[in-house]
């Protein structure tokens, strides 16, 4: 059968499809304008001849055809300038520089769940691709805080000294305060075993390599990791891979607090995040402020730690514990002070106890949840202030208990302290190795302080 054989509306179908096969023939090709490289300095390239916008990836070209990736970090007149986000060897001269006009991606999906990424997502573990259902910005989505669901319920980390006395609602962004050494990471392992989150993401930002593998085998375990999500970028990854390790950390969290789980974000560190965006900006121009650190860091901060938090009412939660290295146990360090501000309440880890043995090495004084009062009821309120009362006593006449100075029938409040001391000690004491849940906790937080009026 001919063409003009054919029904009058099957012609017509004929002609449209040949029309619009012709019409792609004739579309002209998407032209790219590619530039060269004129200037390398430290990790910063700098490029001409091209445009492209911040955060867009762009591939160095070399002599020899292989190619490095590199990220528009800022600008200026007619140049632009890159960070790489790997190795710059065989870098040369005057390379081409071709923008990609993509941005990067996070992958997302439960087939995530168990497995350890970098900060570009691929997987380090060795188990295969990820094979990820979709993928979500890096720069996430603002939620209206008019829309945001009230912090209502506790969530249960499985510390019994944070559960009784810095009791932790879903949805709050809580920092974690600590020197080098004191323990941080083994609390953060304990968490993630312990806690009811129906999901775990946990990004290691900027820490030694070492302790990634030691983390993940020793401290987080087979058990804590199958309901977790890794993304690790360790201190030897470029400045911007460390931002998007952070990033794209945050990204799988909100991917799955949009899909009505309770998630447990547990970011380490704050202080490396916070470094990582120095070495961007002072590399770019940008003057320091603040011992040495740009004002672009202190407006990077709250813009990460902001997209944590509730969703809508009857959504998910993402609560988010963000660690914070006071250098020299420093609690005055800028990152410190900034990060006490935009979060909902900080545990300070005391490096006195944890060289006495004390684990976890809580300073209760200097701890506290902002929104324990709204989460608690009266009872548990007004226990957690009478151990504080007693434990404050006690540190505040700690030197003259010790030499011998304090005589017993002096000070009933002192006498108090000094017969509770042990148990408090006991109490806020935790074998790694074994949780205890928020009942519990309550349960023998209420067993062990006198119920009687605050004094």
């Not at 070492?210 to 990791?225: A, P, S, T, W």
């Amino acid at each position: 059968m001919s063409q003009g054989d054919l029904p009058s509306p099957y012609r017509g179908a004929v002609w449209a499809r040949r029309l619009a096969d012709q019409r792609k023939r004739l579309t002209p090709p998407e032209l790219v304008v590619e530039g060269k490289l004129t200037r390398m300095v430290g990790l910063t390239l700098e490029a001409v001849g091209c445009h492209a916008p911040i955060g867009a990836n762009c591939r160095v070209v070399n002599a020899d055809g292989s190619h490095i990736e590199a990220e528009v970090v800022g600008f200026a007149a007619d140049r632009l300038y890159l960070m790489p986000t790997g190795s710059m060897n065989g870098v040369v001269p005057n390379a081409r520089v071709i923008p990609t006009n993509k941005v990067y991606q996070a992958p997302a999906g439960d087939t995530l769940l168990g497995r350890v990424l970098d900060g570009r997502g691929r997987p380090l573990d060795g188990r295969g691709p990820l094979r990820a259902e979709t993928t979500i910005p890096l720069g996430g989505h603002p939620v209206n805080p008019m829309a945001r669901a009230p912090i209502r319920e506790p969530l249960d980390v499985g510390v019994r000294a944070i559960n009784a006395l810095l009791s932790v609602g879903r949805g709050q962004r809580m920092g974690l305060f600590a020197g080098s050494g004191v323990g941080k990471s083994v609390l953060l392992g304990m968490m993630t075993r312990f806690t009811t989150a129906d999901v775990v993401v946990v990004g290691l930002i900027g820490e030694r390599g070492r302790e990634v593998k030691e983390f993940i085998d020793n401290i987080l375990g087979r058990e804590g990791l199958r309901r977790a999500v890794v993304v690790a970028s360790p201190a030897d990854d470029t400045p911007v891979m460390r931002l998007h390790g952070a990033a794209l950390a945050t990204s799988i969290a909100e991917y799955f607090r949009d899909r009505g789980k309770d998630v447990l974000l547990l970011m380490d560190s704050l202080t490396r995040y916070a470094q990582a965006q120095r070495e961007i900006a002072l590399a770019v121009g940008e003057p320091p402020a603040t011992k040495g650190y740009p004002p672009s860091v202190f407006a990077k901060l709250p813009q990460l730690v902001e997209r944590a938090g509730n969703g809508p009412e009857g959504g998910g939660s993402i609560t988010a514990f963000y660690t914070v290295l006071t250098e020299g146990d420093d609690l005055q360090d800028p990152i410190a002070d900034s990060a006490r501000a935009i979060l909902d309440g900080h545990v300070v880890l005391s490096r006195r106890l944890a060289e006495a043995g004390h684990f976890p090495a809580i300073d209760i004084e200097a701890s506290i949840s902002r929104v324990m009062a709204e989460i608690a009821s009266p009872e548990q309120q007004q226990a957690a202030r009478r151990f504080k009362q007693i434990y404050s006593t006690y540190q505040q006449n700690r030197d003259l208990i010790s030499i011998g100075a304090y005589n017993r029938g002096t000070d009933r409040a002192i006498d108090e302290a000094i017969e509770f001391h042990p148990r408090l000690m006991e109490f806020l004491a935790q074998d790694m190795r074994n949780g205890v849940d928020i009942r519990t906790s309550l349960q023998q937080l209420m067993a062990l302080i006198p119920q009687r009026g605050e004094s």
